[in-house]
């Protein structure tokens, strides 16, 4: 299922429920209405001003339907999520599978993940004209549970490669970093959606196991999916110098909208995450035996194209 990524950036905004649509008003000696979004429509609402207030009945009606609502701090990091306590019909069956589930099935699990990421980084690596074997072969050598943690060695020669030698991976500094806080700030909101949509409980992981990590499930299903957003922000950087505005996260929330090409036709990348999501659950209860992952690919469109 797909929906729209709403994100309330302005301060002096009030968000409210009419009708079973979300109202957008100014605050202020003039309150107006500046629009409305359908409920039903909603995949996630981010909520990066800091100036704003919402009414108790509107997080009641987003919980309902199933539609995080993400809480951003600084550099647009998530601190918070708002998600439902009730979710698919099948939901406690599937809360005592991810319990019962044993530790070698969540270190298999883990390293197709794993293997499914660094393939992608492969592929991003190849789109943008740079070598990827590297990334290739540590892909093929993942062993069960990811020991080495050939994720890290990936991701260190990933970075450089990307976006040069002097770049660092940080969530608290400006420029490229803080595209790509923004960009994971919206898959995770996506990913966490498609968590419950399919009866599965975020806090309950298959490799992240912080204890004050209550997304780690969502942390670990959105992991292949991450190289969509640095595909992005690298098109967005090398067509010109850029950072966090109305246009570049424009771009960066639509890159969840298009296809990635699967065995079964093109396929929304917020469609291959639900997918993903339903076919682990499927696998907990032993209804398959596969995860639900589609081949490395990087979505065809153009940042104008995303931009327009």
């Not at 809480?71 to 647009?76: K, P, Q």
Request: proline share 6%; charged share 20%.
């Amino acid at each position: 299922m797909q929906g729209r990524i709403v994100e309330v950036a302005d301060d002096r905004r009030h968000l409210s429920v009419y009708r079973g649509f979300m109202l957008v008003h100014s605050t202020g000696d003039e309150r107006q209405e500046l629009g409305r979004v359908a409920l039903d429509d909603m995949a996630a609402l981010i909520a990066s001003a800091h100036g704003i207030s919402y009414t108790n009945n509107l997080l009641v009606a987003l919980a309902e339907r199933g539609v995080p609502f993400v809480l951003c701090a600084a550099n647009h990091k998530p601190v918070g999520m708002l998600w439902p306590l009730d979710g698919h019909h099948l939901q406690a069956h599937r809360f005592d599978a991810q319990i019962a589930c044993p530790l070698p099935t969540k270190k298999r699990l883990w390293a197709r993940l794993v293997k499914a990421k660094l393939m992608q980084q492969a592929t991003v690596l190849e789109a943008t004209g740079l070598a990827a074997a590297h990334l290739k072969t540590l892909a093929k050598n993942v062993r069960s549970g990811d020991p080495e943690n050939l994720e890290a060695q990936g991701a260190r020669k990933y970075w450089g490669l990307l976006f040069g030698t002097l770049f660092r991976r940080d969530q608290d500094a400006d420029g490229l970093n803080a595209l790509l806080n923004y960009g994971y700030t919206v898959l995770r909101a996506a990913t966490a959606r498609a968590v419950v949509a399919a009866g599965l409980h975020p806090s309950i992981g298959l490799h992240h196991s912080h204890d004050n990590n209550a997304m780690r499930l969502v942390d670990d299903l959105m992991e292949p999916f991450r190289p969509v957003v640095d595909w992005t922000v690298w098109q967005l950087q090398h067509n010109q110098p850029c950072h966090v505005n109305p246009d570049t996260k424009r771009a960066l929330v639509k890159s969840l909208y298009l296809d990635l090409a699967t065995p079964a036709g093109n396929t929304p990348v917020l469609v291959a995450i639900q997918k993903l999501a339903t076919s682990l659950a499927q696998v907990l209860t032993n209804e398959r035996t596969a995860l639900d992952l589609p081949p490395p690919c990087v979505p065809a469109a153009h940042v104008q194209d995303m931009r327009d």
